[in-house]
């Protein structure tokens, strides 16, 4: 359940889905997903989704990106997709 906003240095709580930025990510529970191309039916793995908001003062500066070892992180707006996943 969500509480407060994903931005850790935030202290921002959820009360309504219109004020800010709603995230749904997909989590794999038994580990990394083997690499290379898949089709959604060939998955070995279950997912689950997360849910993550951001208020609306963090969702004007910042979005969320995947970081490998440190999971869901903050980063600017405008970061270039390839290195979302490595800003943090």
């Known amino acids: 359940m ?30 990394p997903i083997p690499p290379g191309p898949q089709l959604a ?9 997360e849910h993550y908001w951001l208020c609306e003062q963090c ?10 070892k440190r999971g869901v992180v903050t980063v600017p707006l405008g970061t270039p997709v390839v290195r979302r996943a490595a800003a943090g």
Do not use: Q
Not at 8 to 20: I, K, V
Not at 42 to 48: G, K, S, T, Y
């Open 2 to 31: 969500v509480t407060k906003c994903a931005n850790p240095s935030c202290e921002n709580e959820f009360h309504y889905l219109r004020d800010g930025k709603l995230f749904l990510v997909e989590v794999d529970d038994l580990g």
């Open 59 to 68: 969702a004007a500066s910042t979005t969320l990106a995947i970081d490998r």
């Open 41 to 49: 039916k060939e998955r070995r793995h279950p997912l689950r989704v």
